[in-house]
């Protein structure tokens, strides 16, 4: 009895009041009792918190799930009737809705989720990650599915369906793309700097002194009189993007600016970058809903190295555009940033410096710099197919839900 969802002009990508138009086909060879055939579309985001406890202990599972939305229609009615042989088929037309499309939330305002009910949808996602502490298994997923059910027998008889099929489509919303060629200053506008100003005593700052060490008198007479001695000033400020498009290189800047005005020195002095490092720290969280048997969330942390250079000894002055200086800073991530109820993924970026200058070492470190990836608004077809046909052995498990909004349910295996 085969069953096919086919979906008409098929888009490589869904965003908000997107239209789905497709027809569902049932084939039957022989007579049938059916109940009814629908066709359900719906969004669903699953989380899976696990503690662990060592290769040898058991670990413990919390499982979420929250309906997104669900729409349904019922294609067929026969009541149970004898259905003839043949080949029937019905047309149907759905639409991205532009939220969530639930009432209330009774989940908690914890950051980085959200608790508000009709926040945005969140885009299509699929991860599992784990650390010493938590194991996560996380997806978001939207899907059509079509369902041939048979009359129900008993009053108590489960009402499963005879068969189905489920069509998988690919979601990002607007919110969640970033129109670059509208806005030509956009690399401007999300451009964010950190400064630190660095204030330096040394008698190596006079001009005669610089290139050599100091004697072991001078060593003394430093820490004797450190208020004499020489002073100079710099500033370094590093600017990075606040906004970046999945796998484009981030435009990062470092600059140098001497203050004169606050320097008894007549000439500055020349300021070397010793090394240097930049990250990408991928947050992915998730919790299960509080019940009687509790409540479990977690985040793990992934690390992406961008650059890492160490004994370089290379003089900086004035501004530096770091993609120039050591090729393209890209890290190739595909999942946008977003937050939903039970699920989050978030990034930062972290940066360090090694300064050298008159013999003295000062470091500029920048460990958590949120920032946020988005989809190019203007390429589509770089999103992977929107459309995948799965066997129903191949879909999530099921979690049973313990509210009637399937906004916060919660097993434990």
Known sequence: MPLTVCIIDQQPCYSENGAIRGRITFVTPKPIDIQDIRVTFSGCAKAKVQKVKGSAAPTTSYRSQCMLFEKEKILWHPSGDTVAPGTYEWPFEFAFPSQV???????????????????????????????PL???????????????????????????????????????????????????NSSAIYQQQKEHVFNLRSMLLLPENRGRG????????????????????????????SRVIQSTPLPCFLEITPFMEDSSVTSPPEVLIQSLSITILSQTAARAAPSLMGALSGQVDERIEILSKAFLGLSVAGTVDLTQAFGPLVFRHTDVSFGTFNISRRYRLCASF???????????????????????????????SSVEHLPEDDSPPSYTSASILSTGTFEKS
Do not use: M
Request: hydrophobic share 35%.
């Open 214 to 241: 100091l004697k072991l008198q001078e060593r003394i007479q430093s820490w004797l009189a450190p208020s004499q001695l020489p002073r100079f000033s710099f500033k370094a400020s590093f600017t990075y993007p």
């Open 354 to 384: 090694v300064f050298e200058c008159a013999g003295n070492t000062r470091s500029f470190d920048l460990p958590d710099l949120p920032i946020e990836i988005f989809a190019d608004y203007g390429e589509p077809d770089k999103i992977q």
């Open 101 to 131: 499309q639930s009432e209330s939330s009774r989940w908690p305002e914890t950051l980085p989720f959200r608790s508000d009910a009709n926040h945005p949808l969140p885009p299509t996602f699929a991860a599992e990650t784990a650390d």
């Open 134 to 184: 938590r194991k996560l298994t996380c997806t978001i997923n939207y899907q059509i599915q079509a369902q041939v059910f048979s009359p129900q027998r008993g009053f108590l008889g489960r009402k499963s369906p005879l068969v189905s099929e489920v069509v998988r489509l690919n979601f990002v919303p607007f919110s969640a793309r970033l129109d670059v060629k509208r806005n030509n």
